[in-house]
């Protein structure tokens, strides 16, 4: 199994392609050891030293690390991903499936937003969400409130130095010239 490697724009994230579907289905973010017990993958890479952050794409592993040098991490994670993929183990467990996605918190508060948010969903994912999955990484709606839309970073855009720009020089000029209504873009 040759396992590829890509940098993405957050330097403390490493984009890995295992040449395989890794997650069918809407994408998880794993941000703390505890949430990783759901994927017995993300459980694995969380059990190594330096790690501090697990996304799971359609087919990538985004990893998160600390301070470690990625000299130091990286033969360990490509370890751990390939003996998981291997041993045939599924990569999220059966508590996994049941866990809701972030995309179940959305809040608009007028009646009249509805297809506001409507379009506004459908430009980020046919628009956004391919080229943020491209840089190991995802964004979720979360609400839409007085012409101001509110999302949610994950995978290696969360905490990424860039991510700011691409929110306001991306992602909100494409809304407000698409969308009507829309001011503003605001990471939650």
């Excluded at 069918?24 to 030293?49: I, K």
Aim: charge should be negative.
């Amino acid at each position: 199994m040759f396992i590829q490697t890509e940098a993405t724009p957050n330097p403390a994230t490493l984009k890995f392609l295992p040449g395989r579907d890794v997650l069918v289905g809407e994408p998880r973010d794993f941000r703390s050891p505890e949430t990783a017990m759901a994927s017995p993958l993300a459980a694995s890479l969380f059990g190594l030293p330096g790690v501090t952050g697990v996304f799971l794409g359609s087919d990538f592993i985004s990893v998160t690390k600390d301070e470690t040098e990625w000299a130091h991490i990286k033969p360990a994670i490509l370890g751990a991903i390939m003996e998981h993929f291997l041993s045939g183990r599924p990569v999220l467990g059966d508590a996994g499936a049941a866990i809701p996605t972030d995309e179940t918190e959305e809040e608009f508060f007028e009646a009249e937003d509805t297809e506001t948010v409507e379009v506004i969903k459908e430009l980020l994912a046919t628009r956004v969400r391919p080229a943020v999955a491209m840089d190991g990484g995802d964004i979720i709606f979360r609400g839409y409130r007085e012409g101001t839309v509110f999302l949610h970073m994950q995978g290696a855009c969360s905490g990424c130095p860039s991510s700011t720009a691409t929110l306001k020089n991306g992602i909100e000029n494409l809304l407000r010239h698409f969308v009507p209504g829309v001011e503003a873009v605001q990471q939650v």
